[in-house]
């Protein structure tokens, strides 16, 4: 029954996650479900763009990536900062982007991330148009301004009325390929900039900002197996897309998971450039729930192991302890006087003087108090259930000769070796 009902939760743990991967992870569908084509000043919007007052008339048949139109102006939005479109290309498939900051002449710096981090992009990829020269930077923010040492560093300032004082921080570029080393714990991540080419090594401010100001040339794709069914949803053509849309979407979530607890725990001191598209607070806050439930119940679990493993060792130990007593009590021709640990220790002056090694022990020299010299044999860690000691003491306490020593007492204290001695 219990394998039926486990049977029955997988199949229905596998559609479920087949239609998300099919249908959710990967985005909108492609195709033709667009909206046909409208202008934002001189520029031509087509699939797979549109103007967001445009896709809301088309409802659910849009399936391309929402532009805005502000004041002639068109804008590629994002999460945090946008960018302007300067220029597209339907027949390279190519999109020229800038930092809209910039484009105000206002003394602003960039705030816009790359466009890949852009979570509405659904199924659509974009990639540099120029996939030899992906070149990064990271804006930062720093409390304590940086002095001129500090090569990595290059100020984002550009003119004397620059957000960039004390009051605001100062503005820096970063290279993404510094050290963590070299991230000043004074500074909190901004935005991860893309720019052209990539080396910003020696220039100057003036030179960083004249590059930004070309925009970036982006090139857009889509899966070459994806197809629109009639209900608008992506379809996949082959089966290694399907386990691939999955496998994506499996670590998506992976991603979401670590970036939310990363993001919540060390926000604003990392470079890694995984706090551009950080989750949001309550994602985050969930995230982490997650992980403290995790992480108790581990520990409370491995508190309960450890808890059994004792208690059964102590129980092993008493029921090796309880079997040697009860058989010491049965001889009654030779009945051993029982010692303490500490008494033999003190006769044996702290097992200094050895007589000798045997197969079962080391055999120290001890004196009693009557002043009769005792030979106390130390055995070795019992086996199995104490057999072995018991063996050696039958065989012993059984044998009556004027050659051979005679058994007088013993010890058995839980873990500590077993003990008995012989005068």
């Known amino acids: 029954m219990l394998r039926q009902k486990l049977a029955s939760f997988c199949l229905l743990l596998l559609a479920l996650l087949s239609h998300f991967g099919l249908h959710v992870a990967t985005g909108r569908g492609i195709g033709d479900k667009h909206c046909g084509s409208t202008f934002c000043g001189n520029l031509n919007i087509s699939f797979p763009f549109g103007l967001r007052t445009q896709t809301h008339s088309c409802g659910s048949n849009f399936n391309g990536v929402e532009l805005v139109c502000e004041n002639n102006r068109t804008i590629f939005p994002m999460k945090k900062g946008n960018f302007l479109v300067k220029h597209i290309s339907y027949v390279n498939q190519t999109i020229l982007l800038v930092d809209a900051s910039l484009e105000d002449d206002n ?43 500090s090569a990595n560093y290059i100020d984002a300032s550009r003119c004397s009325t620059s957000p960039s004082d004390a009051a605001n921080g100062y503005f820096y570029f970063l290279r993404t390929e510094a050290a963590p080393s070299d991230f000043h714990p004074s500074c909190t991540f901004e935005a991860l900039v893309p720019i052209t080419p990539s080396d910003i090594t020696g220039l100057s401010t003036f030179d960083i900002y004249q590059r930004l100001l070309k925009g970036t040339q982006f090139k857009w794709y889509f899966p070459n197996d994806a197809k629109v069914g009639d209900d608008g949803w992506q379809q996949w053509n082959s089966v290694s897309h399907v386990v691939g849309s999955l496998f994506l979407g499996l670590m998506y979530g992976i991603s979401l998971y670590i970036r939310s607890n990363t993001a919540l725990i060390l926000h604003g001191t990392s470079i890694e450039g995984y706090f551009v598209d950080a989750p949001s607070r309550g994602v985050q806050i969930f995230c982490v729930t997650i992980t403290g439930i995790i992480l108790a119940r ?56 050895k007589l000798g090694q045997g197969g079962y022990g080391t055999v120290f020299k001890g004196k009693l108090r009557s002043g009769n010299l005792v030979a106390v044999k130390l055995l070795k860690e019992s086996k199995g259930n104490g057999q072995d000691f018991i063996n050696e003491v039958a065989t012993i306490g059984r044998i009556h000769h004027v050659n051979v020593v005679q058994l007088i007492g013993f010890c058995v204290e839980g873990k500590n070796k077993l003990l008995f001695t012989i005068s």
Request: aromatic share 8%.
């Open 107 to 149: 003394c602003s710096v960039p705030h816009s991330s790359s466009p890949w981090l852009n979570p509405s992009l659904g199924v659509l990829g974009l990639n540099r148009a120029d996939m030899n020269d992906r070149g990064e930077i990271y804006v930062v923010n720093c409390k304590t301004k940086m002095n001129n040492s």
């Open 298 to 353: 581990t520990l409370l679990g491995i508190s309960c192991l450890a808890v059994l493993i004792i208690r059964k060792l102590r129980r092993r130990h008493l029921s090796i302890d309880d079997l040697i007593e009860n058989f010491l009590q049965s001889q009654t021709n030779f009945m051993p006087i029982r010692y303490s640990y500490a008494e033999l220790k003190r006769i044996t002056r702290g097992f200094k003087d």
